[in-house]
C-alpha cells in the first residue's frame, strides 16, 4: 500500500507543477492534430485507460475503442472549428459525459450492476481512476521509475514479490547473466510511470500507421525519437552492400568498410522483433508509443496557428500538403522535447542518446557512400560512354545503350540524390506520382539494359574459324629476335578507381586493342617463324570470319627487331568483337628472344559473360610452348627449353639456383640463400624450409650445385681480396705522401697475385 | 431490490431492438443514431452504443463502410445485411407478442397508460 500511496501522491504533485504552467500540448488523435492543456490531456487519458480496463475482456476491444477514440476526436474537431484554440479540460469533461463513463455504460456483458459501483462514486475523480487501476486485484509487474538507480527494474521486482530493491540489485549485479536480463527487462516491462501516472515514458510499438512491412522500424523509431527511416536503413544495410557488389560488373567495388552490416540475420531480427513488440492500436497505445508530445507552449501555438493557416490555404493541394505540416510540426515538436528531456538525464537516457548517435553515424557514412558510389557511377558511364560506338552496333541496340544510360544509370541517380535532398529538408510528401514515375522510368532503364547485353551478347556468340597464318620474316637465321611494338610504353590505367581502359589509344576513328599473346615454341630448324593466329566473336560464324579478315595487324622484321602494330585497330564500323591475336615465336635452339612489355597486355580484354563463357575462351595449348618467361628479358633457347642468359631456365616451375636483379645476386642452394649487393654477402641459413626434399637431385642439378661451391669460393676471396685493398687504401690515405700514380696500381694488383 | 437496476435491465433488453430498428430505416452514422433515439425520448450513451454497434458487427447482423467525411478521417455507416434484417423481424415479432402480453395485463390497472405511450418508453 506504501507503494500505491507515493503513486498517489506523484500524481498530485505532477498535477501541480502542471496546474501552475497551463500548458498546452500538441497530439495526434485519431489521426487529428489535436492542441490540449495537459490537463485536459490528463483527464482524457485516464478516460481512454478507463475504457481500456473496462473492455479488457471484449472480443472487439480495439475497435470499440477505435470508434469512441475516433467520436471524440471528431467533437474535439468541432470545438476547434468553432473557435476554440485548445481543448480544455471543460470540452474534455463535456465529451465524457456524452460518451458516458464505463461504469455508466449499459451493457449485459458487464456482470457488475452500474448501480453498485456508484458507491464509490464519493472520491474524486482522479482517485476514482486511480483507486480502480490499483484495485486491479491481479498484480502486474512494472517497472518502479520512481525508486530507479538504472531502470527502475531492480525496484520493480522487488515491489512485485515485495522485498527490499536492494536484495535483487546485488542479485543482478552478482550473477553473470544480470546486465542482458536487465537490459531485456528494461525493454519489455512497462514502467509504472506509463501505466499509472501517464507520464512521459515511452513503450516500444510497432507503428500500424507507418509501416512499410510491419511497422517495426518506425516504431523503432518512435522509441527512440528518431525518424523511421533510420532503423530502416540500418535494417537494409546487408541488402544494401549485397546490390552493391558490382564485381561481375567489373566495374568497382562497394567500400569495403561498408560491409559491416548487421549480420545476414537482419531478417531474422526483423521477424523477431515482429513478433515480440505489440502493434500499437489504440490512442493511449499510440501516445505511449511516441511519449509525451512537448511543451515549449508559445512556440506551439504560434506553430499551430500557422498550421490552421496553412491547412486552409492548402485544402485545394489536398492530403499531401496537410501532412507535409503535421510531419513537419511532429519533427519540431520531437526535436523540442529531445531537447527538453536531455536536461534531465539519466543513465538510460545516455545510453539512448548514444546508440541515436551511432545510428546517424552509420546512416550517414551509408548515405555518403550511396552518394560517392553513385557519382562515380554516373562519370563512370559518361566517361566510357562515348566509347560505346566501338562495341554496340547502330539501330536498336544504340537505343537499348541511351536507355540504359539514361534510365537505368542516372534515374537511381537522381533518385536518390533528391531522396536526400528531401530528407535533409524534410520534405516528406507522400508524392506517389513521382515514386511512380521514378519507378516505371528505372523499369524501362531496366529493359534497356537486359535487352542490350542480350542483344550484344549475340554479337559475340560465335567464333571465327581458326586459321593460322606464316609471317613472312626478312631474315630469319638472326641471333636474336627480339619482339617489339611501335608504341611507347604508356602507363596503363588498369588498377586505376575506375577502368578507362578497354583501348590502347584512341583516335578519331580508331581505337586500338592490345589483345596480343605471344607463344615461345623450340623451332625445329635454325631460324626463327612467326605466325600469326587472329580470334574474333560475332553473331554468325561468316560474320566472325569477315570481321578477322579486316582485322588488321602488321608484323614487320627489321634485323633484329620484330616490330608489332601498337594494337588491333577497332573501328566503329568494325566493332569490338573480342579481338585478339596470337602470335607464335619458333626459336631455334642456340638464339635469343625477347619479348618487350609493350607488346601486349598480360590480360586479354574481353567482353564475357555466363552467356558466352565457353566461347571465348580458344584454349590455346601449343604442346611445346615454353613457360614462365617474362616480358623485358633476354633468353636462350636450348635443346630443353628456354633459358635466361644466366643459364637458368625461364620456367618457373623448375628450381632457380640463382637470381639476377637491382644490382643483387642471389644464389639458393637448399636451405641456404646468399646475397651479395653493395652491402656485402649475407648468408641466410633458414630462408627456404619449404620443398627441401621434393625432389632428388638430378645429375644436371649436382653438377649445377659444384659449379655453384666453385663460384661461391671464388666470391668469398675476391670479397676477401677487396677487403685487403681497402685496408691498404686506408693505410695509404693515412699517410697522405703524395705517391706517383704507379704507387697506386701496385698495391692493387699484388693482392690479386698473391691469392693463390 | 434496486429500482435503477431493474429499470436499466428492462432498458437494456430493447436497446438492441431500437438500434437495429433505426438502421433498418437507412444507412445510419452512430450519431445520428444517438440523435434519433433522443428524438424519440430514448436517451443513450454514445459510449453504449459502440460497443453494441461492434458486437452487432460481430454477429454479423450489421455492416458497415468507411464514409469519406469532409471534416477530418472517414466515417463508419452502418447497414443491416440479410441475417440482421431476418433478426430483427424475429425481434419485432417478439416484441409485439410482448407488448400486447404487458398492455392487456397493465391496462386493467393503469386505465390512462395508452398504446402511444407505450412505444416510447422513458
Given at each position: 500500500m506504501t507503494n500505491i500511496d507515493n503513486l498517489m501522491g506523484n500524481t498530485q504533485l505532477t498535477k501541480q507543477k502542471i496546474k501552475a504552467m497551463k500548458q498546452v500540448i500538441n497530439i495526434n488523435f485519431q489521426g487529428r492534430v489535436v492542441p490540449i492543456e495537459v490537463t485536459a490531456f490528463e483527464l482524457l487519458k485516464n478516460y481512454t485507460e478507463s475504457l481500456n480496463k473496462h473492455f479488457a475482456a471484449e472480443v472487439g476491444k480495439e475497435e470499440i475503442i477505435n470508434d469512441i477514440e475516433s467520436r471524440i476526436g471528431e467533437l474535439f474537431q468541432e470545438r476547434l472549428k468553432n473557435g476554440a484554440t485548445c481543448i480544455t479540460d471543460d470540452d474534455v469533461n463535456a465529451v465524457i459525459k456524452s460518451m458516458g463513463r464505463p461504469e455508466e455504460f449499459e451493457d449485459d456483458d458487464n456482470s457488475q450492476p452500474a448501480g453498485q459501483q456508484t458507491t464509490s462514486e464519493t472520491h474524486t475523480q482522479q482517485n476514482f481512476y486511480n483507486n480502480n487501476a490499483n484495485a486491479n486485484t491481479h498484480k502486474r509487474l512494472y517497472r518502479d521509475e520512481s525508486n530507479k538507480v538504472l531502470g527502475g527494474v531492480c525496484s520493480g521486482i522487488a515491489?512485485?514479490?515485495?522485498?527490499?530493491?536492494?536484495?535483487?540489485?546485488?542479485?543482478?549485479?552478482?550473477?553473470?547473466?544480470?546486465?542482458?536480463?536487465?537490459?531485456?527487462?528494461?525493454?519489455?516491462?512497462?514502467?509504472?510511470?506509463?501505466?499509472?501516472?501517464?507520464?512521459?515514458?515511452?513503450?516500444?510499438?510497432?507503428?500500424?500507421?507507418d509501416k512499410i512491412v510491419a511497422g517495426v522500424c518506425s516504431g523503432i523509431g518512435n522509441y527512440f525519437g528518431m525518424s523511421a527511416w533510420i532503423p530502416r536503413i540500418l535494417f537494409l544495410l546487408p541488402f544494401l552492400s549485397f546490390v552493391f557488389r558490382w564485381g561481375h560488373w567489373g566495374m568497382m567495388d562497394f567500400p569495403n568498410f561498408l560491409r559491416v552490416g548487421f549480420s545476414p540475420g537482419a531478417l531474422i531480427i526483423y521477424i523477431i522483433l515482429w513478433l515480440v513488440i505489440p502493434e500499437a492500436f489504440t490512442t493511449t497505445e499510440k501516445l505511449e508509443m511516441k511519449g509525451e508530445r512537448v511543451d515549449m507552449n508559445t512556440i506551439k501555438n504560434s506553430v499551430m496557428e500557422e498550421i490552421k493557416g496553412v491547412q486552409q490555404r492548402a485544402q485545394k493541394f489536398g492530403k499531401e500538403a496537410t501532412?507535409?505540416?503535421?510531419?513537419?510540426?511532429?519533427?519540431?515538436?520531437s526535436e523540442a522535447g529531445n531537447v527538453a528531456r536531455r536536461s534531465s538525464r539519466s543513465l538510460g537516457d545516455i545510453i539512448v542518446f548514444l546508440l541515436k548517435i551511432f545510428a546517424y553515424f552509420i546512416v550517414g557514412v551509408v548515405g555518403f557512400a550511396l552518394v560517392v558510389a553513385m557519382f562515380t557511377l554516373a562519370v563512370f558511364s559518361i566517361t566510357v560512354f562515348p566509347l560505346k560506338?566501338?562495341?554496340?552496333?547502330?539501330?536498336?541496340?544504340?537505343?537499348y545503350a541511351w536507355g540504359t544510360l539514361l534510365f537505368f544509370i542516372g534515374i537511381p541517380v537522381i533518385?536518390?540524390?533528391?531522396?536526400?535532398?528531401?530528407?535533409?529538408?524534410?520534405?516528406?510528401?507522400?508524392?506517389?506520382?513521382?515514386?511512380?514515375?521514378?519507378?516505371?522510368?528505372?523499369?524501362?532503364?531496366?529493359?534497356?539494359?537486359?535487352?542490350?547485353?542480350?542483344s550484344v551478347s549475340r554479337d559475340f556468340k560465335a567464333t571465327n574459324t581458326i586459321n593460322e597464318q606464316e609471317i613472312s620474316l626478312s631474315n630469319p637465321k638472326v641471333n636474336k629476335l627480339e619482339l617489339t611494338s611501335v608504341s611507347s610504353l604508356k602507363k596503363y590505367y588498369r588498377y586505376n578507381w575506375f577502368r578507362l581502359e578497354p583501348f590502347e589509344g584512341m583516335e578519331e576513328d580508331t581505337a586500338y586493342l592490345k589483345n596480343v599473346e605471344v607463344v615461345i615454341v623450340k623451332s625445329s630448324n635454325d631460324s626463327f617463324r612467326v605466325t600469326?593466329?587472329?580470334?574474333?566473336?560475332?553473331?554468325?560464324?561468316?560474320?566472325?570470319?569477315?570481321?578477322?579478315?579486316?582485322?588488321?595487324?602488321?608484323?614487320?622484321?627489321?634485323?633484329?627487331?620484330?616490330?608489332?602494330?601498337?594494337?588491333?585497330?577497332?573501328?566503329?564500323?568494325?566493332?569490338?568483337?573480342?579481338?585478339?591475336?596470337?602470335?607464335?615465336?619458333?626459336?631455334?635452339?642456340?638464339?635469343?628472344?625477347?619479348?618487350?612489355?609493350?607488346?601486349?597486355?598480360?590480360?586479354?580484354?574481353?567482353?564475357?559473360?555466363?552467356?558466352?563463357?565457353?566461347?571465348?575462351?580458344?584454349?590455346?595449348?601449343?604442346?611445346?610452348?615454353?613457360?614462365?618467361?617474362?616480358?623485358?628479358?633476354?633468353?636462350?633457347?636450348?635443346?630443353?627449353?628456354?633459358?635466361?642468359?644466366?643459364?637458368?631456365?625461364?620456367?618457373?616451375?623448375?628450381?632457380?639456383?640463382?637470381?639476377?636483379?637491382?644490382?643483387?645476386?642471389?644464389?639458393?642452394?637448399?636451405?641456404?640463400?646468399?646475397?651479395?649487393?653493395?652491402?656485402?654477402?649475407?648468408?641466410?641459413?633458414?630462408a627456404y624450409r619449404y620443398d627441401n626434399n621434393s625432389s632428388?637431385?638430378?645429375?644436371?642439378?649436382?653438377?649445377?650445385?659444384?659449379?655453384?661451391?666453385?663460384?661461391?669460393?671464388?666470391?668469398?676471396?675476391?670479397?676477401?681480396?677487396?677487403?685487403k685493398i681497402n685496408k691498404q687504401l686506408d693505410k695509404l690515405n693515412e699517410n697522405n705522401d703524395p705517391l706517383p700514380l704507379a704507387a697506386y696500381n701496385l698495391p692493387v694488383f699484388n693482392p690479386i697475385l698473391n691469392m693463390n | 431490490m434496486n429500482i435503477d437496476n431493474t429499470a436499466s435491465q428492462m432498458r437494456k433488453g430493447v436497446l438492441e431492438f431500437c438500434i437495429l430498428s433505426v438502421i433498418k430505416q437507412g444507412e445510419a452514422y452512430p450519431s445520428d443514431i444517438i440523435d434519433k433515439m433522443k428524438a424519440a425520448n430514448l436517451n443513450i450513451l454514445e459510449g453504449t452504443l459502440y460497443p453494441l454497434l461492434t458486437r452487432l458487427k460481430n454477429a454479423e447482423l450489421l455492416t458497415y463502410r468507411w464514409v469519406e467525411s469532409n471534416s477530418g478521417p472517414p466515417r463508419k455507416y452502418f447497414s443491416l445485411t440479410v441475417k440482421g434484417a431476418d433478426f430483427y423481424k424475429e425481434l419485432e415479432a417478439t416484441w409485439f407478442e410482448l407488448a400486447n402480453a404487458v398492455k392487456a395485463l397493465t391496462e386493467a390497472e393503469q386505465q390512462h397508460f395508452n398504446n402511444n405511450n407505450f412505444n416510447n418508453p422513458q
Open positions: 515491489n512485485y514479490f515485495n522485498i527490499d530493491a536492494l536484495i535483487v540489485r546485488i542479485l543482478f549485479v552478482v550473477s553473470g547473466v544480470g546486465f542482458l536480463a536487465y537490459v531485456l527487462l528494461w525493454a519489455f516491462v512497462p514502467g509504472n510511470s506509463a501505466a499509472v501516472i501517464g507520464g512521459p515514458r515511452k513503450k516500444l510499438y510497432r507503428d500500424g500507421d501532412t507535409v505540416v503535421g510531419d513537419t510540426s511532429k519533427v519540431i515538436a560506338d566501338f562495341l554496340v552496333a547502330d539501330g536498336w541496340q544504340n537505343v533518385g536518390i540524390i533528391t531522396w536526400i535532398i528531401r530528407k535533409l529538408v524534410k520534405a516528406k510528401a507522400h508524392s506517389r506520382m513521382i515514386r511512380l514515375s521514378f519507378g516505371s522510368l528505372w523499369v524501362i532503364g531496366w529493359v534497356c539494359f537486359i535487352m542490350l547485353l542480350s600469326m593466329v587472329k580470334m574474333v566473336n560475332g553473331r554468325t560464324r561468316h560474320a566472325a570470319d569477315t570481321l578477322a579478315r579486316l582485322m588488321e595487324y602488321n608484323v614487320e622484321q627489321k634485323d633484329s627487331l620484330l616490330l608489332l602494330d601498337k594494337g588491333i585497330p577497332i573501328t566503329r564500323t568494325d566493332k569490338f568483337r573480342n579481338q585478339r591475336i596470337v602470335l607464335t615465336v619458333y626459336v631455334p635452339v642456340g638464339k635469343q628472344i625477347r619479348v618487350n612489355r609493350n607488346v601486349g597486355w598480360g590480360q586479354n580484354i574481353h567482353f564475357n559473360g555466363p552467356w558466352n563463357s565457353n566461347d571465348w575462351n580458344f584454349n590455346i595449348e601449343v604442346d611445346d610452348a615454353e613457360h614462365g618467361w617474362d616480358e623485358d628479358e633476354d633468353y636462350i633457347m636450348k635443346a630443353d627449353g628456354l633459358y635466361t642468359l644466366d643459364g637458368y631456365p625461364a620456367d618457373g616451375n623448375k628450381e632457380r639456383k640463382q637470381r639476377i636483379n637491382n644490382g643483387k645476386i642471389q644464389v639458393r642452394d637448399g636451405n641456404t640463400k646468399v646475397t651479395m649487393d653493395r652491402n656485402g654477402i649475407t648468408v641466410d641459413e633458414n632428388a637431385p638430378t645429375r644436371v642439378d649436382s653438377l649445377k650445385q659444384k659449379q655453384e661451391q666453385e663460384k661461391q669460393r671464388l666470391k668469398d676471396s675476391l670479397q676477401k681480396a677487396s677487403d | -
